[in-house]
């Protein structure tokens, strides 16, 4: 039985990539097959992942992190891969329907009445985030972060170390990777790989606040 404790146990923020260790390619496939699994409130899936992988790749991203955000600089670099995980500026109803037509290819409905009650679901869903409470990138964003935290405990489980970073100018990644054009936005960057000798926070014990203050029985 698969123990995910022990994941959630030994995984910890890298600080300090090897950059002669390269992660093997069928490890970044079931991670890009995980990422397209992850779940979204009402199969929303307002995201979009750009992954770098090359030198020139990873240079790009690392333009982002100038300034105040030098110190991530070699998180990005010195990493075997880098993934940029983008939200939707928007959720119009183009991508809506595209997502209820994947779901018809997918044969989710009987017939065409339950593919109507579906998009009409979907659509007020939209609605109430779009116009009645008005936090439609809010509640996008929180969807991306789901993607963040299934994409760091998938890492652990193929005993990848792994780097969550908000520290970037979001505005020049935009830019750079093209996203308005896209309808996207950069929300988060996940620097993955095997970390270095220098990485001082892989010795260091991991502190969390004690269940007694997290949990509250009723």
């Known amino acids: 039985m698969i123990n995910l404790l022990s994941y959630a146990r030994t ?22 097959a995980l990422l397209r699994l992850v779940p979204s409130s009402v199969n929303s899936q307002p995201w979009h992942f750009v992954m770098a992988s090359t030198e020139a790749g990873k240079a790009r991203v690392a333009r982002a992190t100038h300034g105040p955000y030098a110190y991530n600089a070699p998180k990005v670099l ?10 939707l500026h928007t959720l119009n109803d183009a991508h809506i329907h595209a997502v209820i037509e994947q779901e018809a290819r997918d044969g989710r409905y009987p017939d065409l009445q339950a593919r109507q009650t579906r998009l009409e679901s979907l659509l007020g869903y939209a609605d109430a985030h ?5 936090d439609v990138q809010a509640w996008m964003e929180k969807q991306t972060y789901i993607a963040l ?5 998938g890492a652990a489980a193929l005993e990848l170390d792994a780097t969550p970073m908000e520290g970037f100018d979001n505005a020049v990644l935009d830019r750079e990777l093209s996203l308005p054009e896209r309808g996207l936005t950069s929300t988060v960057l996940v620097s993955l790989g095997y970390h270095s000798a220098e990485d001082f926070n892989a010795g260091l014990p991991k502190s969390r606040l004690p269940a ?7």
């Open 130 to 134: 779009r116009h009645t409470r008005r």
């Open 149 to 153: 935290g299934t994409l760091l405990l």
């Open 11 to 32: 995984r910890y923020t890298a600080k300090a990539y090897d950059p002669a260790r390269k992660i093997p390619a069928p490890q970044i496939e079931q991670l890009r």
């Open 78 to 87: 010195d990493a075997s891969h880098v993934f940029v995980l983008c939200t």
């Open 212 to 218: 007694a203050t997290l949990f509250t029985d009723i």
